[in-house]
């Protein structure tokens, strides 16, 4: 057998495929079902191709017509606008399908984009077709780049989805969405296609599967299951990378070297992976923020966290694996080529140190209201969305306390809005001070409004750090003559709420439990706390 060189998906006729069950059955399976998405997620290099091809192959096998789309291969000017990447989307698959492009009888910009596009596929390309259609999306997390067109488009994707449980004709659409790293830009998961149909995560080879592609590359290495077997010392350094376990195994049936000679100069400027390193490293070398980010991946020795954009771009790349919010570095063979490199490093710390300050400076100037120095509005509608769908992957609890100043608008007709401007700041601040935690945030949710999320909390937590809140603001003990509360002084009223998200329930129900809470708190007299008895899932049982 001749053994190709490994580069690109791996040919439909070559040995060299290793079957990963249950994967292959279930995908197979998945496609000749009516309407069905099939998902693949994987880092680069590690089979996504390889596996697309194959399903691809069985449709036409099945003779459903194909049409394939590698985002990749986009110019950047079609993201621009939705109107022009939908357009391209659409031409390109019409002459994939060997359909002149008829755009123009189709689009009508009164209806808008998705609408003229949902037309042209159902009335000139569907229903045109007396077979399924499949079409396979590759490396789609390049539209993530752009964060509009990607919220409409993968939208747009989930209504097609949708209107094939109503619509005969769209039954006969059959999706296959790959891409190479996790969705890291916000969408309603509710609009997109990456909670239907069959997800399929890609894993890396085995230690049997490692022994299997050894011997289909005509290496005699006996038993891998033995103690210091060649497999094993093989996946010591690289752990089950299909490319990276498939290059060695090419290099060493062409007797080019033995394993010891392979292994010692693996991580080195001289060995057999040194073009696919230097790669890895002219891409962090672009990206500071990124290469400083996985210098604090290889310097730990155990897993840490990082900014989800970043351990998903260092995912996508295969240089760290994502074990729930923490990441380690995916093999030994980039730890100790990286760590060689600290010089790499260093001459990038400049301008590392120049791109954090100014984005401090920019988050400061977009995430920051100005008077009380907590989060504004804007950061609170992008984060709370953000911690509302972590919390419900974890399935963890996310609590919010709303609060609102006493009769601030009496305090503000007396004393005048410079000292509301004053009473403000240090309410803010005694609310700063009361949350201890780095992953819980307070915002002004606008006026003499704050709000408070607390993830991980559950609600008696949560009741228990409103109370210290409005206790806090009471010992700061400024005088408030117009409240019509015994003490006279500014107090604030609260109101909380917790419950365990889902992906089906939209985050601001918890906004909203946790205003209706501060209603009653103001109802029942003000100057307390009222926990929601509508949103809390039992945590109070």
Known sequence: MSLEFPSGPVPIDSELYIDRPPVEKLAFEALEKPGSVIRIRAPRRTGKSSLLLRIMNRAAEIGYYQAWLDFQRADESIFENLDKFLRWFCATISLQLKRPPLLNDYWDEDIGSKVSCSLYFQGYLLEQLDRPLVLALNEVNCIFEYSKVAADFFALLRSWHEDGKQVAIWRNLRLVVVHSTEIYIPLNINQSPFNVGLPIKLPEFNLQQVGELSRRHNLNWGDCSEENSEAKRLMAMVGGHPYLVRLALYHLSHQQMNLDRLLNEAPTLSGIYQDH?????????????????????????????????????????GLVKLEGDRVTVSCNLYRLYFQDRELGWDRLSDRLARLQQTNQELYQLVNIDDLTQLANRRYFDREFQQKWQESAIAKTPLAAIMCDIDYF??????????????????????????????????????????????????????????EKIRETVKMLRIIHQKSTLADRIVTISLGVACTVPDLETEAKQLVQAADRALYQSKKEGRDRVTVSDSFDYGLLE
């Open 409 to 466: 608008k009496n305090y503000n007709d007396t004393y005048g809005h410079q000292a509301g401007d004053e009473c403000l700041q240090k309410v803010a601040q005694a609310i700063r001070h009361a949350i201890g935690r780095s992953t819980d945030f307070a915002a002004r949710y606008g006026g003499e409004e704050f709000i408070i999320v607390l993830p991980g909390t559950d609600a008696f937590s949560a009741f228990y750090l409103a």
């Open 277 to 317: 390193l230097r790669d890895q490293l002219t891409t962090l070398q672009k990206d500071p923020e990124l290469a400083g980010a996985f210098q604090e991946v290889i310097e730990s020795e155990s897993s840490i966290k990082l900014k989800p954009v970043l351990a998903y771009k260092l995912n996508s790349m």
